[in-house]
């Protein structure tokens, strides 16, 4: 991740967001940042602790375990929880972007309040059990933006961007025989980090309905991002996981 952070050397936006975090989540984050956390497998390597193997599932304890890759952790929804807390506020910003511009556009997500029929694309334009995250439409330009947000491990941006496309590529070809399609898929690091490229792509969010993101857009992302996985990796070994609410 330090590498990332040093391609990233133009861009403050993470070292800004964690400063202006409460301590104990700083040092959360920073600790994060180097796999210098109390991880199992860090643990076992200090000579401090026997096994390395997950409370929850039985793999290794990596930190990358833990924030990403525990599939008991999956299965109970805590990176879901992340995931969707990012997405609200990514939504909450479009829409009030949309309602303060001049232009006539229809934001669907796939968190509750939000959907149509159940689904993200409406029924009349392509009836589909796939549901990208976000859907702008914008009926008079006859134009629909496809927008996919992913949370990987910082090391894994680019493979599961990657993936992304792959899996929204034929949906969007699909679309685009009736109407002007365009695919957009980013990511936001689990420990905060937001690349450059995907900087740009969450840019283009807000070029579609003719806006930009609010003034520290960014640093909220990244700082639901920290708080979410700070939050997991308290939960990491209780048994079970109640994310009703959203940060
Ligand atoms: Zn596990």
């Not at 860090?42 to 833990?66: I, M, P, Q």
């Not at 990514?90 to 309602?99: E, G, L, M, N, V």
Request: hydrophobic share 35%; with cysteine.
């Amino acid at each position: 991740m330090l590498q990332l952070l040093e391609e990233e050397k133009f861009d403050l936006t993470w070292r800004s967001t964690i400063y202006n975090l409460p301590k104990g989540i700083l040092s959360f984050a920073v600790r994060a940042s180097i796999d210098a956390l109390p991880t199992f497998c860090n643990l076992a390597t200090w000579g401090k602790r026997s096994s390395d193997r997950c409370k929850l599932c039985g793999k290794r304890e990596t930190l990358h375990h833990v924030l990403n890759h525990c599939s008991v952790s999956l299965q109970q929804g805590r990176y879901t929880f992340r995931h969707n807390a990012i997405l609200k506020h990514i939504t909450d910003s479009i829409q009030d972007a949309i309602d303060l511009s001049q232009i006539t556009a229809t934001l669907y997500a796939d968190i509750q309040g939000h959907t149509t029929n159940g689904g993200t694309l409406p029924v009349h334009i392509l009836p589909t059990t796939q549901k990208p995250d976000l859907v702008t439409y914008l009926r008079e330009q006859n134009t629909i933006h496809i927008q996919e947000l992913t949370v990987p491990f910082e090391q894994n941006i680019k493979t599961s961007h990657d993936r992304k496309v792959n899996k929204y590529a034929a949906l969007a070809a699909d679309l685009r025989t009736g109407i002007t399609t365009t695919l957009t898929c980013f990511e936001i690091g689990s420990r905060g980090l937001i690349t450059p490229d995907n900087k740009s792509r969450l840019r283009t969010l807000f070029h579609v309905v003719k806006s930009k993101p609010p003034k520290n857009f960014f640093k909220d992302i990244s700082r639901i991002a920290i708080l979410s996985s700070y939050a997991i990796w308290n939960a990491r070994h209780e048994p079970n996981w109640d994310s009703d609410t959203l940060l």
